[in-house]
Each structure stands twice: as C-alpha cells, then as structure tokens.
C-alpha cells in the first residue's frame, strides 16, 4: 500500500503524506501558496474555491469543476488539479478577456472560481449554447456585480468558440488560448502516476468510508482530518451504469452528473436530466453520488425522493456476500439506516419502466436554484384508459424519513385520473405524514405545500382531466 | 489662497458627522454633459481587471508575514451568559499555542460605545468573544478553542424585538432594551388627520438580514518597531486607523492602515474588528505578525447586520390624492449592543406631507450587533413607505404613479432647502417607459395560475459626499504620474475613476497613472468608503490635484520657453508655446524640473449652503408569481436615477445592478433566523443564508436621468452604491400584490407566505 498522495498540481508533480482527508483547498493555499483559489464558505455554496479535477480515462483527461473547499486531497490522488494560476499563460484566455471586456469582475474574489467553472464548461460541453453556459456557473456566487456583467462576458466568451473541434478538444482549446500548452502533456504524466498511485491507509475498518463526501466534509470535516478514512475506489473497467434485463444497474459512486449525462438514463428516463439541474449546483454534482444521497439519509434529498419513486432496490457488500433490500424500507428513523457498520452499497438497480409510464418532480425551496427543498415529491405512474395501472408517490420535507406514499398510491391505484379521486388522495396523503416546523417552513405550510405538489403532479401530466381551480 | 479651513456636516449611512478640514477654493467649472467629454462617462475596462482574472489580486486573507502567527477567537454558544471559571491549562498545553487572551488577563479595552470591553465577563449573543488563541497554525488555534474548558452561568435571554421592547425582567444591559428613542414632529398630526378623506393604518415589517460579502472580515498585524502595521479587508483605512489607536491607547500617526484588494464590505467593514485588536495586543508582546480570518459563520454573528423593522403607519389623504397626514411608529433590533435601528428618512423626505408624526425605537435583543448595511434606514424605510403609497393609490383607484407624482416636492421637507438637483420625475418616466407601465392594470386583475404584476418604487438617499477629502498627484523626473488618495476601492472601481478623472484633464491615456490608494502612510486623507461618497467626495479632489499640475506644466513651460504663462497652450500632455514653434511635453518638463518630483495636493471643494443635496431615482418591477407553488419569479426590473455625472458606465452599471440584485434577496429570500428557544442563529452559512444565484436574476436596464449636478462640485458627481439598493424590494412587493391582490407585508416574501396568504389567511 502507498499512502504518498501523488497528483499534478497545474504542471508540477506533487508528493505529499498529509492527511487524506485535508481538503486540497487548504492545501493549496496554505501549502502550495497558490492563492488565486479564494475560500468564501468552506462548504461548498459560494464557488469561490472552485478548481479544475482532471481525471485519466483511457488516453484522455475528464475536466470537471469542483469545490476545493470539499475535496479530500486523498481523491486526489493520480489526477490533475488546476487552480487559476494553471490556466494563466502568456496570453490571456478568451473567458479572461471577456470578464475584462465587459466588466465582469468587482472585487474581484469570486472571479478566478467564474474564470475555472467556465472552462471547465469549453472543455466538457457540447452544447455551446448560453443557457448552458449560465448553467454550468450556477454554483459560483457574486455579491457584487448582479451577475449580470458575467453573463454578457459568457455571451462574449461564446463567440470565440467554434462548437466543431477537429479531433483532440483539448488541442484546439490550446490553439485559441483557453488552455495553456502543458495541458498536452498530462494524460502521459498522469499514466506515469497512475502505477504508484495512492492507494489509501492500510485500514481494515474505517471510521469513514468516503464517497464525493459533499455533505460529509460540511458535517464534519473537522472531525475526519482526525480519523481513518478511506474511499470507495474507481469502479475499474465495469460501466458504472449498464443495463441487465428490465433493470438498469447504477455503482453506487455514480455521481449525479454521471446520472444526468448517461445515455442509458436519458433514454429510459428522459424526464430526469431537467429535473435534476435541481440538485445543487455543478460543481457539487460533479462530485456527490447516488450512494452518498442514499446513506445521508436526509429527509429532503432530492435523489432518494426520486429513486422511491422509481421502485429502487439496494445491493449491500459484506465479506463476499450481498444483501438486496428495497429503498423503501431501508430509513427506519430518522438518519438511522438497516444498515451495518461494516456493510457498504455497492450498486443500486431501478426496473426500467414501461413506454407509457410518466414520471415528474415537483420541488419548492426558497431559493430555486442551490438550495434544499422545503418538500419534494415524485411520481411515476402508469395509465390505460384513463385507469391508474401503476403508481408511486414519493414526498420529502414532511416526515422524518424519506417517504413512499403508499396508502395515497394504493387509493389511487387503478381508479380513474379525476379532480374527485385526486382530491380524495390528498387527503389521504395528509395523513400519511408528519412534518415539523423549521427554518424551512411551518408545520401547516408544508401540509399545505404537499397538497399543492400533488396537484403540480396532475396539473403537469394530465391537464385535460383535472381541474386546478378545483382542486387548490 | 487656494484653500481654507472649514466645518462641514455630512450625513454618513444615517448619521451625521462634523469635519474640519481644508477644501480647495480653486473654481474649476462643471465639466459640461459627458458627450463633450474624451474620457468621462464611457464605458472604460477597470484598470485592476488582471489581476483580478488571473487570481493575482491579493487580498488581505491572502497576505502572509514571515513567521506569523494565526488567531481563533472562543465565541459564547450562549445567547447570555456570565463566565464564572476559566480553564486554560490543557489549550496552553497543546504544542503550537502562543498565547491566550481572556478578560482575566486582557486590560479593559473598551468596546460597543462603552457598554462593554474587548473580552468581558458577561457575554450577550451567540457568538459573543471569550478567549482569543494565537497559534503556529489555524488548525492548532482551533484545536485549542475546543481544549478551553469555560464555566458559564446561563442566564435568560431575548431575541424577538416585539417582545424585548416590552420585556420588563429580561434585559440585556441592565440600563434596559430600548436605544435612546427619538420623535419627530412636523406641523400638527391632529390637524393633518381631521382634513383628510380617508385614513389609512397598516403595519409592514422586515428581517434582519447579513452582508455576506465573499470575502470573510481578516486582518494581518504586526509592529514595527513601535508602528503598528495593519493590514485590513476594510472600507476605511483612516477611520481604522483611528479607532484602532483610540483603542490600544496610541498615536494615530504610530498606526499604519493598509488595503489594497478587497473582497465586498456593502457596510460590514466599516468598523473596526475585535480580531483586529486582539491580533495587535499579541503581536506586540510576542514580537509577531499576527493573521485573523473570520469563517463565514462568525461572519454571520458577528459582524453586523441590517436591523428588522416593525413600521406601523396611519395616513390621511385627500380625495384627489395629497397626502395631508403620517404618522409613523417603528422599531427594529440592533442586537445586544447600542446602534440605530431608525429609518424614518424615507418617510421624512420623499413627498410633500405638511403634518408629520415620527416615534422611533432602537430595541436590545440577545444577538449579534447591527452594523451600516448598504443603505441603512432606507432599505427598510422604503420597503413600508412605498407599499403604504400603493395602498392608499388603491383607496383613490389611482395609478400608483399618479399618486406619487401629486405628492412630489420641489424642497427638502425637513429643512425647506431646495435640492441641487432633483431630476426624479424625468426617472419616472424613463423607468416607467422601460418597463411597459402604461399595461399596468389594478390589483388582482388576474386569475391564471401563473400571475404577472408590476409595481414601482421611489428612492432618495443623500450621496453628495463632501470634503474634506484629499488626493496628492505625483509627477517623476522620467514623467511617471502617480496619484495617492487615502479613499479604497471595494470592488466599485475606485482605481480606474481616479486614473479617468486625471486623464480626462491631462489629456494622456488613463495607462500613465499610478494610482495609490488605501494606506494611510503613502496616501492623504478621504473619507470612508460608505455613504455613496467615494466618487462624488474623491473624484473632485483628483480633478483638482490634476488642474494644479496643468497650471504647474504651464508655469514650468512659460519659463523654458521665455514667454508669458497665458500665451502657453496645453493639449494632449505637451505644452506649446504662442506661435506653435515650441512644443515640449510633460515627460520632458518633468526632466527640466530640479525637485526631483512635483507632488502637488488637490482637495474637494466645500459643498454649496442653503441647498439640499440628494440622490433620487425609481425602480419597477415585473413578476410572475405561481401561485400553486408560492413561487415569485422577477421577470424584469427597470431603473433610472438622478445620480449626477456618471463617471464609468461600465463600473455604474455593474453598481446598479449589483444593489437591484442584493434588493432582490432582501425582498424574496434573505432573512437571519433565530430559534427562539435556544437563542441561536439558524442561518451561519450560505446554504441556509440564501442569497441570489445566476438563476435568480432578471433582465435589468437602466437609464440615467440626469448629466451632472451643476452646483456640488467640479465634477458634479453624486453616489450610486446605496440608491441602488433602495427601492428594489418595494417595488417587487407592489409588483407581487398587483399579481396576487392579495399583499406580503413582511420580508421576504417567500413561497410560504404568499402560499399562507392565497391559501389559509383569506
């Protein structure tokens, strides 16, 4: 076992046997004294600490955004780190010149964490299209400027871009100067690397088993740069995502970006890429996982509320053996999990639903973009003849755990789609759940806000046969 | 004699402030519109951009001293609280801890206007300081923090304001809760209620809400020799010097303030921080640097905020639409120590109403300290003025606007001054124009699900900044120009205003200046950088110091050349003589010149008497409100001010909106909470302290009213950074209403509330 963590930082090789759970942006700048990379919140909500994570697979490099902030450097390891000083050459990059050009820089503190998102966003879109590019910014906070300066510095930006690249991205982005040259050389660094990789502390039974860690190092990163840690490692060649028979089969260290962008959900489940633009921001996708949703066990967690929804069923390890059990029955109370310590999730499976099912997200926060709803509901269902064959109903925010609906879904269950029969489900709903008043709203407000989802639900899929004014 | 002493008095973020200090008597006329202007007034790229897109700015929390030591302050997880026992032993123990102050062996500095000392034994929030850790690392200081055992007595606490104002057992100073109570009286309110038609009584209220700038509150510190040098993410490097000597018990010329990039203040960072005092009193006994950085949830207790506000209002008004009558009673908590929670200016200036009727209350509550937030007062202010004036437009079935424009003044209603310049009637329009107000259609006119509304909104604020305040500009023997100012730039774009201004008179590209700002050693004194008074305070200033070098050029030229000063022409930083056949430019006269540089000080001007200066200005909002989900989506803001000149339209733009967007947050989704029950704050972070994202934010346009203001100054500049802010919330609350028929009286108006107010309150 090596427990060196080796990575190149911008283009220098790094070596260091500190503790894998400090976060690289720490490291960075305490460290590596690179203090381009600002820390606003150290949790992930602001973007200020945002770097590039460059990871090897096969002859090329994945670039993604994250958060420095969260970002244990011991999954680091054998990949590529670029802060702003990495990107700034000789010339200046045609995001630099835009936020010159049109202003989009005021104090100046968020800028490098715009600067990398956006370039994190050239090298892995392919969709050059401004919303996408305002998308890919979202997790990066200004409070100077209105943001508004910013997006016409990524409408400028666009125009440098041709959305056709011959061949190798990373080469044509070299020739319009939004990378600098040494980009050229670290898949061939990287592979060097990736035989003396760090492998983790020889630890038979980690205090933490690390999977994107998101939430983990908000809650309690003070206390992991104390205690063994380890990571799930890199699913080797197996697909993170495949299909076998009527199921899709999802390694539970997917993240949510993998999700969103796999063809195989998009085609079985095409409703979902919309929907979870939701779910944090970027940079906070590009590492969170479907695993680490689960086990978090929030009561509002937008993955989980989605995978209820879709019938999830949970495959444990332990010394050779697996346990299958369904989503639906693993949140006993709240945060406490049919789940033994030394038992980790190591696939989920979702039955591919039918052509005619439908499915929809319905999620109200304060703020609609980066934030965690006050509840969330999902449904999926099936309709033949303007009969209710098939249905689930999930909902968040209104108990202590994660919720089907069952008594609300068997009500409705081959009855006709109706304002009557919906009606008669919220109340049923109602009293299937019992929230508690928050920072996130009242008791009443969140009853009252379950039974307008429901009727989002309705409205949404079947607006020909309910009555909105009916109803609310 | 081109200068003299005066006394002026200058409204700062709501209080005034007496100065004496010299102002230039130099009469440089009024630039005249900007189109007549080379370089004012365009859009002009901010001279510090690269460093800011390359992440080689450095900020304050990015300095690092040699062999400097970082500091933790202990806060109280009570919200009240006396120390009864101080452990330090196993923290002393920890290898890498330096040293400890508690109250038992820190003198009595004292702190919060003398109601308390920098460490003292009785805390008053959550977050209250109680021991400062200086360490080898921050890792360590925070090790240390938790390895300091303290015994509390809790005692019982208060943190709703309605209930503190009342409270007789609970006080959080054992004076009492409530902060020196003021009245204000204009004419005679019985007499204003008996002629009016109708009365009208409503109550508004607002949350406190947090500055959050990106950049945490940090200071670096060290002693040289006998100096202390501090390096501050401040907005006011002369007051900090100030204070910061008043504190410690020295001379303000042994204290060297230091700032050059910074990341956001919108107020916060006007006052002088406790890490910056504590930083200094370890340095000096342990002869090291000393670096303190606040984590954004001490930045979120700690630092101040806006107050909240309960406005209860009665208002008479005539049939036709004058307003004859208002009374006002607010109040609004400044947290466990003495600030001013007031906002009646708003309701004092911005119409023509005879009879006036205002009692104001400051009220103690156990929590962090109130602090200037951009636009103190008015933000609040506004918000319940102008959702009153829509209520009683919609008494008269009046457009909102009509009812505004009846009520409008041609004189400041308190001092009976005319204004230098009031132009707010051409910015209703504008505005108006912008946004499609002639659709705009009474309350509750739709019933669709999705609701589209439009509301407007006023603003006044003061922003004619003033002296004294000073710029110095410099020409080398090689002609290098640099020009010191002891003003800051918080991201605004002070840098690139005062290399504009200077261009603009020397008529040489804006690349030929230096320019120095933000230390108190290298720079002569300016003013805060709050109020909206850096441009309109400093711009005159450099404007001056420049024409002095012109006069100074043309002097020096008259004499290389043997002829008359008044036959030399300047032009584009060459002096000619009277025929033309001699030319030398300003490179070359600085060669020439024996003193090996010409420092030359320029000043502000003294403001005019007798007149009222302020800024004006509307906004109108469009929004979309789902009313299944609670939802307001602001679809579009429009604006238009009288802020004076504008110097940059590139750096105004991004000012206005910058002030509309954080209006937004006030208005839909900002707002401090406290469990009532524990007496600590909910929202430490910015995943529950929500401020508005990239997806939030609406199409925005602006057009500005007026060109300059002929009377206040040589560049007849007034402020912009607070107007900005002023009237964006009520706006988007008149807009909701019109949506919805149905009105949100408190901020923010989130998805709850207006799901409450459809759904359960009718």
Redesign the interface.
């Known amino acids: 076992m090596k427990t060196t963590i080796k990575f190149i930082c911008n283009d220098r090789v790094i070596s260091t046997n500190i503790h894998p759970a400090v976060s690289l942006l720490d490291f960075i700048r305490k460290q590596e004294h690179l203090t381009g990379t600002k820390e606003g919140c150290r949790e992930g909500d602001c973007g200020a600490c945002t770097v590039l994570l460059g990871e090897l697979k096969g002859n090329e490099v994945i670039y993604k955004n994250v958060n420095s902030c969260l970002l244990p450097i011991g999954d680091v390891a054998g990949k590529h780190v670029v802060t702003i000083e990495g990107l700034n050459s000789d010339v200046l990059s045609p995001i630099q010149e835009s936020f010159i050009s049109e202003t989009a820089t005021q104090c100046g503190f968020c800028t490098p964490g715009f600067i990398v998102s956006l370039t994190s966003f050239v090298l892995n879109t392919n969709h050059f299209t401004f919303d996408s590019a305002v998308e890919s910014i979202a997790g990066n906070i200004c409070r100077c400027t209105g943001h508004i300066s910013i997006k016409r510095a990524v409408s400028k930006m666009l125009t440098f871009i041709d959305p056709v690249f011959n061949g190798n991205r990373i080469e044509d982005l070299i020739n319009k100067n939004f990378l600098p040259k040494y980009f050229l050389e670290i898949p061939v660094k990287l592979k060097g690397l990736s035989s003396e990789t760090y492998e983790g502390k020889a630890v038979n039974s980690p205090e933490f088993v690390i999977s994107g860690g998101t939430d983990l190092f908000v809650q309690k990163w003070e206390e992991l740069i104390k205690t063994e840690v380890s990571f799930i490692p890199p699913s080797g060649d197996k697909e993170k995502i495949r299909v076998s028979g009527n199921f899709v089969i999802i390694k539970a260290n997917t993240t949510i970006t993998e999700f969103k962008e796999s063809e195989i959900i998009n085609k079985h489940f095409p409703a979902l890429n919309e929907k979870l633009k939701l779910f944090g921001s970027l940079p906070i996708r590009n590492r969170a996982t479907l695993g680490g949703n689960i086990i978090n066990a929030s009561p509002i967690g937008d993955m989980v509320n989605i995978l209820l929804a879709l019938d999830t069923k949970m495959y444990f390890i332990k010394d050779n053996g697996v346990r299958e059990l369904p989503l639906n029955k693993f949140y006993l109370a709240y945060k406490t999990l049919d789940k033994q310590k030394d038992e980790i999730l190591d696939e989920i499976s979702i039955p591919i639903p039918a052509e005619d099912c439908l499915f929809n997200y319905e999620k109200v926060s304060k703020r609609t973009y980066l934030d965690i709803a006050s509840v969330n509901s999902s449904i999926l269902l099936a309709v033949h003849n303007g009969i209710i064959n098939k249905i689930n109903i999930s909902a968040g925010g209104i108990a202590p755990v994660p919720k089907l609906l069952a008594q609300t879904g068997e009500f409705l269950l081959f009855k006709k789609i109706s304002t009557d029969n919906v009606s008669e489900a919220i109340k049923i709903a109602m009293q299937e759940i019992n929230p508690i008043s928050d920072a996130r709203g009242s008791a009443d407000y969140k009853k009252l806000l379950l039974k307008q989802l429901i009727i989002a639900h309705f409205v949404t899929l079947f607006p020909d046969f309910v009555s909105i004014e009916e109803l609310v | 004699m081109t200068r003299k002493l005066i006394k002026s008095v200058i409204n700062i973020e709501n209080k005034e402030h007496e100065f004496i200090g010299e102002v230039s008597l130099l009469e440089q006329e009024t630039w005249g519109k900007n189109d007549t202007l080379k370089i004012i007034g365009k859009e002009i ?2 001279i ?12 304050t ?2 300095i ?1 001293l040699p062999g400097q030591l970082y500091g933790k302050f202990l806060r109280s997880p009570y919200p009240s609280a006396k120390i009864l026992k101080i452990d330090l032993s196993k923290a002393n123990a920890l290898k890498g801890v330096k040293h400890i102050l508690t109250y038992e062996n820190t003198a009595k500095y004292k702190w919060y206007y003398e109601t308390s000392f920098l460490l003292d034994p009785i805390v008053r929030y959550e977050g209250d300081e109680v021991a400062f850790v200086a360490a080898e690392s ?2 360590i200081a ?1 090790e240390a923090l938790k390895l300091i055992s303290i015994e509390y007595a809790k005692l019982p606490f208060v943190v709703d304001t309605e209930k503190a104002s009342t409270e007789k057992n609970i006080k959080v100073h054992n004076w009492g809760n409530i902060v020196e109570p003021s009245e204000y009286k204009r004419g005679n309110i019985e007499t204003g209620f008996a002629d009016a038609d109708f009365t009208i009584e409503d109550e508004f209220r607002t949350s406190v809400v947090l500055h ?5 509150h940090c200071s670096v510190v060290n002693w040289d020799n006998d100096e202390l040098v501090i390096y501050d993410s401040t907005q006011a490097v002369y007051q900090i010097r100030e204070l910061a000597a008043n504190a410690l018990g020295i001379e303000q010329e042994k204290v060297r303030v230091i700032k050059k ?4 203040g ?1 107020g916060s960072k006007l006052d002088l921080g406790k890490y910056t005092i504590a930083a200094a009193i370890v340095s000096r006994e342990l002869k090291k640097p000393v670096k303190v ?1 606040m ?2 949830k001490e930045q979120n207790l700690c630092v101040g905020n806006r107050p909240d506000s309960i406005q209860k209002f009665k208002v008479g008004i005539k049939k036709e639409g004058l307003l004859t009558a208002l009374q006002l009673n607010s109040m609004g908590t400044v947290g466990a120590f003495p600030e001013g929670a007031g906002l009646s200016w708003p309701a004092k200036t911005m119409y023509k109403c005879p009879n006036l009727l205002v009692n104001e209350k400051s009220i103690l509550t156990n929590a962090g300290a109130a602090r200037a937030f951009r636009a103190p007062g008015h933000v609040q202010g506004i918000f319940g003025l102008e959702s009153l004036m829509d209520e009683c437009a919609a008494k008269l079935n009046m457009n909102p606007l009509e009812f505004r424009l009846k009520n409008y003044t041609e004189v400041d209603p308190v001092s009976n001054q005319p204004y230098t310049s009031k132009k707010l009637k051409e910015a209703y329009k504008k505005a108006a124009d912008l946004i499609g107000w002639e659709d705009w259609k009474a309350a509750g006119s739709s019933k669709s ?1 999705n609701r589209i509304g439009l509301g407007m909104a006023s603003q006044i604020w003061w922003g004619g900044g003033g002296p004294p305040a000073h710029a110095n500009i410099k020409l080398d023997k090689k002609g290098n120009i640099t020009i010191y100012s002891g003003t800051q730039d ?4 002070t840098y690139t205003f005062i290399a504009m201004v200077a261009s603009e008179v020397l008529q040489i590209p804006i690349e030929r200046f230096n320019v120095v700002i933000g230390d108190t050693k290298l720079c002569p004194y300016a003013p805060v950088s709050g109020g909206s008074m850096t441009a309109p305070s400093v711009s005159p200033a450099v404007r001056d110091a420049a024409e002095r070098l012109k006069e100074k050029l043309m002097d020096t030229a008259a004499i290389l050349f043997d002829e008359e000063k008044n036959s030399i022409k300047y032009s584009n930083g060459f002096c000619v003589n009277s025929d033309g056949s001699k030319k030398v430019s300003l490179s070359e006269i600085a060669g020439h010149l024996n003193e090996q540089d010409l420092l030359i000080k320029g000043s502000r001007n003294e403001n005019p008497k007798g007149y009222a200066i302020n800024t004006f200005g509307a906004q109108f909002a469009k929004v979309e409100v789902d ?5 307001v989506t602001v679809l579009k803001i429009s604006a238009s001010y009288d802020i004076g000149r504008v110097l940059n339209k ?2 105004l ?2 000012q ?7 209006g937004l947050g006030y208005a ?2 900002e707002e401090r ?1 406290i469990d009532e029950n524990f007496g600590k704050v ?2 430490t ?4 302290y ?8 609406p199409e ?1 346009v602006i057009e500005i009213a007026s060109d300059y203001d002929p009377m206040i100054s040589n560049t007849g500049v007034k402020g912009v950074g607070e107007p900005a802010i002023i009237p964006t919330a009520a706006a988007i609350a008149n807009a909701v209403n019109n949506a919805l028929g149905v009105r949100i009286k408190s901020l ?1 108006i ?3 509330k207006v ?2 107010a459809l ?2 309150s009718k």
């Open positions: 790229s901010r510090d951009a690269v460093d800011k897109i390359s992440g080689t700015a450095s900020y929390s990015d690092n921050e890792e925070e959050n700038p990106t950049e945490p990039y910074m990341g956001g919108f950085v984590d954004r699900v918080l991201g605004t774009g009313t299944l989900t609670g939802k590139l750096t733009d991004n206005i909106r910058g002030g509309i967007i954080m839909l989704m909470i909910l929202t972070n910015l995943h529950t929500k401020i508005p994202t990239m997806m939030d934010i925005i923010p989130t998805p709850d799901l409450i759904y359960v």
